[in-house]
């Protein structure tokens, strides 16, 4: 058989570039294709803040916090809930990543250059008590360099893998099917599309310039999921969070599209759990987009309230930055798809982050001047102070009546009733006069506080929603915003991909590999039904990792 490379590696985001250098660094000769240009190398990972969920870390230490595998272990799998046969990888693979997190991946990824930001983060503590979802201590490692710096680790090794003749790269190379013959995969075939040159993540044409086939000993697919394909994820939607919203907005670029999902499935690869999915409630319209329906989530802190459509406040554990998808599915039985918060210009300074790499330009430009006006400057980021002046989804206001009104506007009906709200609040307000307080979430805010980390920049002093000596006051209309696909193609511990086939004792499909989020991040969904944050970026290095690796053993027999 004619081959062309030892591996071919299909997607030249995150989890295609650690796949690749691996792969090459044992000797492999791997060719990298990739539909958009070469603008996009990185993927969805250069858009992202770049946390890292990593366990019992010096970081961690130096904070007063105490860590272990154990306890790692018993919140992962609080918050999976695993519950099917078809589980059974998906398990091992979560086992085998906390093992990872808590055991040699610091020390990996620093020694290919990737450096932290000091202070570890806690973007979501997810339920109310120990056995639920949610990290229990903090873990969200981020990137000094946000996703630009966990790319740039990653290019700059296969960069210099293509100097030395061991890695190719071919962008707008799109595969249309894999080959597969005698029940092996041998290679792939597809089209090639016209020079492109959009900006990243901008969308480009699809213009079918010629046809192209190639073979290889292994093909590893790392084409990332569906959050930019609204069809497919309305398919996908799990009873379980109710009627899928009308309205959706997109946190990822529409090349993240899912087809390679369905050509895999089409050659024989086995796909499981593709009803579990991660989506923000917390999401804005990009007042500056880069591609259509861009979104952007809000990353808060807990003092915010949050009032669902109609006014009503949110019940517990619906708080700020505490349980995602379970908030999800409580805003769907409301029977609207968006929510509000209202806060203060002091709750906004200290709390609101925005997730991206284009929204911290402190941290994504390693400036540590800009990141000290974080704890003490008198405005929030500038990224935040933008979009509270030109997003379309924020109003502002001296007062509560003006505020209601705007929201209202917002919205295109009349659904807020300001004493309605004003009561709430003031009820909330009270609980502020004493240490003390029956008021849940005022409970949380003063907790977060004991936390340095939370203290210093993420969580605002506690005081009253209603004093204008905080204001202006400030409202956040609140949409549903895809992200993450955590159910995909099945795979063992090395990524090899299992057939189709009913039931349990699915054979592997020789020469098939997938890592990154079309495998569900590993397994077909080592997430189980809910993630913890920092657990995306880290689970397309360790899938790619081991799959990278296995393809090297593989191959060379």
Known sequence: MNQEADAIVIGAGLAGLVAATEAAAAGLRVVVLDQESEANIGGQAFWSLGGLYMVDTPEQRRLGVKDSFDLAWADWQGSAGFDRDEDYWPQKWARAYVEFAAGEKRDWLRGLGLKLFPIVGWAERGGIDA????????????????????????????????????????????????????????????????????????????????????????????????????????????????????????????????????????????????????????????????????????????????????????????????????????????????????????????????????????????????????????????????????????????????????????????????????????????QIDNKFTKDQQVMGLRTFRNYIGDKLIRTAKPHKILDPKHGPLIAVKLNILTRKTLGGIETDLGGRCFRRAEGRGAEVMPGLYAAGEVSGFGGGGYHGYRALEGTFLGGCIFSGCQAGRAVAADVTG
């Not at 993540?201 to 569906?226: H, L, W, Y």
């Not at 309305?234 to 529409?254: D, F, N, Q």
């Open 131 to 430: 056995s639920s979802h949610g990290n229990s201590v903090p873990r969200f490692h981020i990137t000094w360099g946000t996703g630009p710096g966990v790319v740039e680790v990653f290019e700059k090794r296969a960069r210099a893998m293509v100097a030395e003749g061991k890695i190719t790269f071919k962008f707008r190379h799109q595969v249309d099917d894999l080959i597969v013959e005698n029940g092996s995969c041998v290679g792939v075939i597809g089209s090639r599309l016209a020079e492109d040159d959009a900006p990243r993540g901008a969308p480009s044409n699809r213009d079918v310039t010629g046809t192209f086939e190639m073979r290889a000993g292994a093909v590893i697919v790392c084409s990332g999921g569906i959050g930019g394909n609204l069809d497919l994820v309305r398919a996908s939607w799990p009873k379980r969070l109710g009627k899928a919203p009308e309205h959706m907005i997109k946190g990822v670029p529409a090349h993240v599209d899912g087809r390679m999902i369905g050509i895999s499935e089409q050659a024989g690869a086995n796909t499981i759990n593709k009803d579990r999915m991660w989506h923000y409630v917390e999401g804005v319209r990009n007042w500056d987009p880069i591609w259509p329906d861009h979104a952007i989530r809000i990353l808060p802190g807990p003092s915010s309230m949050w009032f669902d459509a109609t006014g009503k406040r949110m019940k517990a554990p619906n708080y700020p930055g505490y349980d995602s998808l379970g908030a999800l599915h409580d805003i769907m039985e409301t029977g609207y798809d968006y929510t509000w918060f209202v806060l203060t210009q002091s709750i906004i300074k200290k709390e609101f982050a925005l997730s991206g790499s284009e929204q911290n330009p402190d941290l994504t430009g390693r400036n540590w001047k800009m990141v000290l006006g974080r704890a003490f400057g008198p405005k929030a980021t500038g990224p935040v102070e933008a979009f509270k002046e030109h997003g379309d989804d924020f109003a502002v206001a001296e007062t509560l009546d003006e505020l209601v009104g705007k929201m209202n506007g917002i919205a295109g009906n009349e659904m807020l009733q300001v004493d309605d709200l004003r009561r709430q609040i003031a009820d909330r307000d009270r």
